[in-house]
């Protein structure tokens, strides 16, 4: 940044342009005159460098008197700085891996993928948050731990995929309380966890109530999304002869767990039936769990008066020493 402390001296410099005219003006009266009977021969005699330099000497002059004004007015070169001071959020996103997720009623995808998309968005539109994953079918496992690389954590939301047969179910406590675990010894000064799940709890050795009660605890608030059209949707089936067939299938959310999970916890309950209502929630949960940024912004300034000044002197004292020697006029 560029300034002048002392603007109004910048007023001085009209005396500038006003002195060019003066001395244009009187020019030729400062001019002595002789008669000649011709100038024909004076004319071819050359113009040295000492005449072109003494005819000009007011430029330097009026140079002078811009530097010495610029110099009053204290010109300054500033840096700007900030110091910000955030209160940072730590979130836990736990997301239903289950094969149910497969259901195709977030056209034009299936559950997962709709899942996976929108997270991402959350994910990269928040700042100065840790934040974390963890996926849950039969069993609860942490993705990813609070990072703050963003790029890194978009990465293995991608990579995404639903749970082997081996692994189904919907163990929600156990998502619950792997995501506590992560959270229990952040010192944010908000703890948030994020739950969708499309079905009822039937697997894990934790009861969702008491992970929940155990959220509570350690003051970690949790949003649930049940995930699913109302009434039935489509899920795909691959048959070993007939190939791939779509079967109705019932969308059993217990919306009166995930309610009391979040109520428990001072959260709120959303139910999710296509992509942009999802989308919408996740809007939603994001304008409530802001992060608090205070920012602090200050300018400190270089005085750069002795440049223009110093120049300026520099410049006075050497026409004082030309005027005297090499551009000296005899009296």
Same mark, same amino acid.
């Given at each position: 940044?560029?300034?002048?402390?002392?603007?109004? /001296?910048?007023?001085?410099?009209?005396?500038?342009? #006003?002195?060019?005219?003066?001395?244009?003006?009187?020019?030729?009266?400062?001019?002595?005159?002789?008669? /000649?009977?011709?100038?024909?021969?004076?004319?071819?005699?050359?113009?040295?460098?000492?005449?072109?330099?003494?005819?000009?000497?007011?430029?330097?002059?009026?140079?002078?008197?811009?530097?010495?004004?610029? =110099?009053?007015?204290?010109?300054?070169?500033?840096?700007?700085?900030?110091?910000?001071?955030?209160?940072?959020?730590?979130?836990?996103?736990?997301?239903?891996?289950?094969?149910?997720?497969?259901?195709?009623?977030?056209?034009?995808?299936?559950?997962?993928?709709?899942?996976?998309?929108? +997270?991402?968005?959350?994910?990269?539109?928040?700042?100065?948050?840790?934040?974390? #994953?963890?996926?849950?079918?039969?069993?609860?496992?942490?993705?990813?731990?609070?990072?703050?690389?963003?790029?890194?954590?978009?990465?293995?939301?991608?990579?995404?995929?639903?749970?082997?047969?081996?692994?189904? =179910?919907?163990?929600?406590?156990? =998502?619950? +309380?792997?995501?506590?675990?992560?959270?229990?010894?952040?010192?944010?000064?908000?703890?948030?966890?994020?739950?969708?799940?499309?079905?009822?709890?039937?697997?894990?050795?934790?009861?969702?109530?008491?992970?929940?009660?155990?959220?509570?605890?350690?003051?970690?608030?949790?949003?649930?999304?049940?995930?699913?059209?109302?009434?039935?949707?489509?899920?795909?089936?691959?048959?070993?002869?007939?190939?791939?067939?779509?079967?109705?299938?019932?969308?059993?959310?217990?919306?009166?767990?995930?309610?009391?999970?979040?109520?428990?916890?001072? =959260?709120? /309950?959303?139910?999710?039936?296509?992509?942009?209502?999802?989308?919408?929630?996740?809007?939603?949960?994001?304008?409530?769990?802001?992060?608090?940024?205070?920012?602090?912004?200050?300018?400190? /300034?270089?005085?750069?008066?002795?440049?223009?000044?110093?120049?300026?002197?520099?410049?006075?004292?050497?026409?004082?020493?030309?005027?005297?020697?090499?551009?000296?006029?005899?009296?």
């Amino acid at each position: 940044m560029f300034r002048f402390a002392d603007p109004y /001296y910048l007023l001085l410099l009209v005396i500038v342009p #006003l002195l060019a005219w003066y001395h244009w003006r009187r020019r030729h009266r400062l001019t002595g005159k002789i008669r /000649y009977s011709t100038l024909r021969h004076m004319k071819k005699l050359p113009v040295t460098w000492r005449q072109r330099l003494r005819q000009h000497a007011y430029l330097f002059r009026l140079l002078i008197i811009t530097l010495i004004i610029l =110099g009053l007015a204290r010109p300054q070169s500033g840096t700007r700085k900030q110091e910000i001071t955030t209160e940072g959020i730590d979130i836990m996103i736990v997301l239903d891996v289950s094969t149910s997720m497969l259901a195709e009623d977030f056209k034009p995808k299936n559950r997962i993928e709709a899942a996976k998309e929108v +997270a991402k968005e959350f994910v990269m539109g928040r700042n100065n948050d840790r934040i974390g #994953l963890v996926i849950f079918a039969g069993e609860a496992f942490t993705q990813c731990p609070l990072t703050l690389d963003y790029g890194v954590l978009t990465e293995l939301i991608d990579k995404i995929q639903v749970a082997p047969q081996d692994w189904d =179910g919907t163990a929600i406590g156990s =998502g619950i +309380a792997t995501a506590v675990m992560r959270l229990r010894d952040s010192k944010a000064k908000s703890k948030v966890i994020i739950l969708l799940t499309d079905g009822r709890n039937n697997a894990g050795e934790i009861d969702p109530l008491t992970a929940a009660q155990i959220a509570q605890t350690f003051d970690i608030r949790i949003y649930t999304i049940g995930a699913g059209s109302l009434g039935s949707a489509l899920y795909p089936v691959d048959d070993p002869i007939f190939g791939r067939r779509y079967v109705s299938m019932a969308v059993e959310i217990d919306e009166n767990l995930l309610r009391r999970i979040a109520d428990k916890t001072t =959260g709120k /309950y959303f139910r999710a039936t296509d992509t942009e209502k999802l989308r919408q929630i996740y809007k939603e949960i994001n304008e409530m769990e802001k992060t608090k940024i205070q920012v602090k912004e200050f300018t400190k /300034y270089k005085e750069l008066f002795v440049n223009y000044a110093g120049v300026g002197l520099f410049l006075l004292l050497l026409e004082i020493f030309l005027l005297h020697t090499v551009l000296r006029k005899l009296p």
